[in-house]
């Protein structure tokens, strides 16, 4: 007996896209433009085409009427489908294309399941649930994380190349990783770098350590941006990647991460954790194209310094 929900399952259906370019000295209207370049598919079709998200352009899925084309620009039509647009409220695509994609990671979300919190929402399977609607044989890894509570941009390989070549030459592929954050009290240097061993206690506490052969190095660098109301906005870069690597080493300097009580913060004047992973700069790892993406510095952070947020 076939049950009902896989009665009701719709078949996969492939893309088929083509792609429209104005040739032409002027801008047109999208449906007109789509109709006279495509005479045998109708007024009725290109209508539904619109409605149900079958145009894109630049990356967008386009649903006006008179929408501007202009010269030289290109329309894309997936005859086969409309196009998979990814909406979530916590976090936005930035980038995609075969081998990798780029998120914006919201607060309070984990970048991967854990044994602990196998059913909670994550930022992986959210993505993967995603690429496996574009196309069911779509598959996802995982390459670096950020904390629960840190915002900002992260990345994933899509394909099993792009993911052997990030893990096994991820230093070499990462050119720059540059964080911001709200320090508590008001830091004595412009700018050094904070270089220890970090170990893991059975409460999952990362913490430096002298002991020899305990823990892993970690070297994270730092540049004050900002001062005021007895906060420092710093800038983190950081020459390896370790689980609570920029929290342990703000709170080494006696200038825990603002909101950050489980490694000595005594405020939290935005309410959350004032960790955002900013710039995420890498080599394409198929392409080796310079990929450089920004995320804005949180508005409630220079709000601190200023006093805003008191």
Known sequence: ?????????????????????????ESA???KFVMDMMPDAGRITVKKWLR???????????????????????????IGRPFPVFSHPRIKLIYEDEDVMVIHKG??????GTQSHKREENAYDIM?????????RNKLWVVHRLDRHTTGLMMFAKSERAHDVLRHNWNNMILERLYVAVLEGYVEQDEGYIKSRLAENSRFVVYSTDVPGEGRLAVTNYKVIGRGAGYSLVHFSLDTGRKNQIRVHAADMHHPIAGDRKYGAKTNPIGRLALHAQTLRFAHPITRKDMNFQSPVPREFAGVIRGKNQ
């Open 107 to 112: 607060y309070g979300m984990l970048s991967v």
């Open 128 to 136: 993967r649930d995603y690429v496996k609607r574009v196309d069911p």
């Open 52 to 78: 149900h998200g079958h145009i894109m352009i630049d990356g967008q899925v386009v649903h006006a009427f008179d929408h501007q084309i202009e010269p030289q620009m290109e329309v894309l039509v997936n």
């Open 29 to 31: 209207q999208l449906m």
């Open 1 to 25: 007996m076939i049950s009902n929900n896989k009665r009701n399952r719709r078949p996969f259906q492939e893309d088929r896209v083509v792609t429209l370019t104005n040739r032409g000295e």
